[in-house]
């Protein structure tokens, strides 16, 4: 089933470049930089920001990446707080390219991930990458429900509700590949938000097989777009 449009009032008009949408009753915002904002709950969620991966890379002995990708990421991550000031923040698993990345991360970079978490509540979910507690401050979950929707980093079949990361879903719009949201009406995959992240095409058999018939691909890039999810 198609995703209700809601109407763009209130809280949600603030958000421009946005798509509004509903998933089990809750207005929600796909913002066109990745993220998800439920502007009721005043919460942002991410998916799979990956921090540390060109140094992950690096101790095993993989091609030299530049080690920009987390200074990037958390920079449109801190845009995005600065301009919805979210009472909660979300992370959806994956937020480390591994443990060893997560307590190996420069002073400096915690300091940052510090600040951003002052006066709100965060949630670190984990993720397959990152399956333990981090120490960086917030609160760590295997996964959490707020209301009706179910918050976890990788979709379970039959699920309703859901939120869910993992497959950093893509899809081609005239020749341009960008990453974007799935949703169905029934659950909702996010995409991945980090720098240094491939991506699943959409049409792969895999989503094919969670996302109904009707789903929609929403596109991120300078404004958010959505489409009939290609198959």
Not at 2 to 23: N, Q
Not at 38 to 47: E, G, K
Not at 118 to 127: F, K
Not at 192 to 203: M, Q, V
């Amino acid at each position: 089933m198609k995703p209700e449009m809601i109407d763009k009032s209130g809280e949600v008009a603030e958000v421009t470049g946005g798509y509004s949408f509903a998933l089990a009753g809750v207005a929600l915002v796909a913002l066109a930089s990745g993220a998800l904002w439920w502007p009721d709950r005043r919460v942002l969620v991410v998916s799979d920001l990956h921090l540390g991966k060109s140094e992950r890379v690096a101790r095993l002995g993989g091609a030299a990446l530049p080690p920009y990708e987390t200074i990037d990421t958390l920079t449109r991550l801190e845009r995005d707080i600065a301009r919805l000031a979210p009472s909660r923040v979300v992370c959806l698993g994956d937020s480390f390219d591994d443990i060893a990345a997560a307590h190996g991360l420069p002073e400096g970079v915690v300091d940052w991930l510090i600040r951003l978490q002052a006066g709100r509540d965060w949630i670190w979910i984990e993720g397959n990458h990152d399956p333990g507690p981090v120490t960086l401050g917030g609160a760590h979950r295997a996964e959490m429900a707020l209301g009706p929707l179910a918050l976890r980093h990788i979709a379970t079949p039959g699920a309703s509700g859901e939120v869910s990361g993992h497959y950093h879903p893509k899809a081609r719009l005239a020749s341009v590949s960008r990453r974007c949201f799935l949703t169905d009406g029934a659950r909702l995959i996010m995409p991945a938000f980090g720098t240094y992240t491939g991506g699943l095409w959409s049409h792969d058999p895999v989503l094919s097989s969670l996302m109904a018939p009707g789903a929609l691909a929403i596109l991120t890039g300078r404004v958010a777009r959505a489409i009939p999810m290609p198959r």
